[in-house]
């Protein structure tokens, strides 16, 4: 059973416009979502975050958003640059980032 | 400022072989993880350690054991190699204030182990 799903396996987008990666999750109890970054041969990095009393977190050209109604949060890049290229992960968390539960990632390529 | 350390980057073993995965920490994180990756999955979680003497199970735990009687070492032990361990290894560290507080750092990761089983 997927608590944490990303449905779209990969992502194609031109430089310089936005990038929009989904995830949805099921388990009621997460409070705490992050996104993470991998490239091949590497481990995961942390990108960006937020806790279950926000909607929006930004970050320079990251923003994050949670629809908790929805069970649904959302990663935006702008501008997208060929250096963001590469496997997103969803995760989430019902204590604040231990035990994290990860989604199966999303492959971002961003065209220049 | 190397983070969160793994050895090996490959190995292949054959069914019923054991092997420990090393990964050590040198930024003073309190909790340590180990996470596989299969392909086309996220991560999941095999192990977690909030402190030196103590480990609990994750979601995947069966095969596997760890220890943890420093700070800085986690290893995690595969007893009897089985073609299902096939996967890649991540260890990961954090700092945690308190469980349910709202300040914890996120989860570093080391490069990973790619462990092939046949």
């Known amino acids: 059973d997927q608590q944490v799903k990303q449905n779209s396996p990969s992502l194609s987008v031109q430089e310089g416009r936005i990038s929009i990666l989904n995830c949805d999750y099921t388990n009621s109890m997460f409070d705490y979502f992050l996104w993470y970054k991998k ?3 590497e481990g995961p990095t942390f990108l960006i975050s937020i806790s279950s009393i926000k909607d929006k977190n930004e970050d ?3 923003t994050v958003f949670l629809n908790k109604s929805a069970k649904h949060l959302s ?20 204590e604040y980032g231990n035990k994290l539960v990860f989604g199966a990632g999303t492959i ?4 220049s | 400022n ?3 350390t793994q050895t090996p980057k490959f190995r292949i073993l054959k069914i019923g072989q054991s092997m420990t995965l090393q990964c050590t920490q040198d930024m003073n994180h309190n909790y340590m993880y180990w996470y596989r990756q299969d392909p086309g999955m996220g991560l999941k979680l095999i192990y977690y350690s909030v402190g030196a003497g103590i ?5 995947v735990p069966n095969g596997y054991n760890v220890s943890r009687s420093t700070t800085e070492d986690f290893p995690l032990r595969l007893e009897l190699a089985a073609p299902s361990q096939t996967s890649v290894y991540f ?12 300040y914890n750092s996120p989860l570093h990761f080391g490069n990973g182990t790619r462990l092939t089983v046949t």
Do not use: N
């Open chain 1, 39 to 41: 490239y091949p041969a």
């Open chain 2, 55 to 59: 480990t609990d199970k994750g979601e």
């Open chain 1, 108 to 111: 971002l390529r961003v065209k």
């Open chain 1, 75 to 94: 990663l935006h890049i702008v501008p997208s640059q060929p250096g963001d290229s590469a496997v997103y992960f969803c995760a989430a968390s019902p």
């Open chain 2, 91 to 102: 260890c990961a560290s954090s700092y945690v204030l308190s469980p349910r507080g709202s």
């Open chain 1, 60 to 62: 320079g050209r990251f």
């Open chain 2, 2 to 4: 190397a983070g969160v």
